[in-house]
Nanobody, 123 residues
């Protein structure tokens, strides 16, 4: 089974930056599309960004375009989310997810999830 472990969350002032990491187990990591989601209190889980298995394609939700960058290092079995110009509305638990399907980048239908890491942005 695939295990995903997020890290890098914490407290940051509005306008600041954080980099989240998602470490994946298994030797087939590089063959799967990956994504980041987030969930704020009282809200549904929201798609944030996705990256193809090769790293050649990315997709972002409108609210983070120009501020967040998803990347991956397949040699390290790790996916990253660089978050710049953070806003209070970015406060949420952030989850990484893996898509077993052989399909284009998607905003739903992911199969494996990490435990989440808390990001809190103060105003």
């Amino acid at each position: 089974q695939v295990q995903l472990v997020e890290s890098g969350g914490g407290l940051v002032q509005a306008g600041g930056s954080l980099r989240l990491s998602c470490a994946a187990s298994g030797r087939t990591f590089s063959t799967y599309n990956m994504a980041w989601f987030r969930q704020a209190p009282g809200k549904e889980r929201e798609f944030v960004a996705a990256i193809s298995w090769s790293g050649g394609s990315t997709y972002y939700t409108d609210s983070v375009k120009g501020r967040f960058t998803i990347s991956r290092d397949n040699d390290k079995n790790t996916v990253y989310l660089q978050m710049n110009t953070l806003k209070p509305e970015d406060t949420a638990v952030y989850y990484c997810a893996l898509d077993l399907g052989r399909r284009p980048l998607a905003t739903m239908g992911y199969d494996y999830w990490g435990q989440g890491t808390q990001v809190t942005v103060s105003s």
